[in-house]
């Protein structure tokens, strides 16, 4: 995991995860002119400290360079909890202040989360039933023996 980006990096991939397009340096300054002086050549270096980092990659247009994120800002958050809580001597404690410190609606994006990382075949039914077990899986055929045919595919050819 590299480290985390500095006030003013963070600032330029800022825009560059909000365009999600391929940027120019003077598109960059423009818009960070609006809350700061900052010269033309800073952002040009941060933009080419970014690329050497490997958060951005570049393709040349003309003298120039147009700048686009190899990741996603949700993917650099992720990395930067998974850091963290790896270097914790006990996670399930620093999960457990973690979720502390989360809002109401933190909690339920976080609910949502787990929900759609177990997928539906990992969920527990809510009442169990025979309907709710597993089918068993055939069995491969030997080498040279055709595989069980389908019975979807046995209705289509009946008829039914």
Known sequence: MPRPLGELE????????????????????EDLQKERSIAYTTVMTVLDNL???????REAEGRA???????TRAAYAAALMNDAWSQ????????????????????????????????PETREPTEPSESAE????PERPEPGEAPPENPASARERDGR
Do not use: C
């Open 88 to 119: 914790s001597d006990n996670p399930a404690a620093a999960l457990v202040a973690f979720f502390g410190m989360m809002s109401e609606e933190q909690r339920r994006s976080l609910t949502d989360a787990v929900r759609i990382v177990q997928g």
């Open 51 to 57: 690329h050497q980092k490997g958060w951005v990659r």
């Open 10 to 29: 963070d600032a330029v991939m800022s825009r560059v995860w909000k365009w999600n397009r391929p940027v120019t340096v003077r598109e960059v300054l």
């Open 134 to 137: 597993r089918p068993e899986r």
């Open 65 to 71: 360079y147009r700048y686009e994120a190899v990741s």
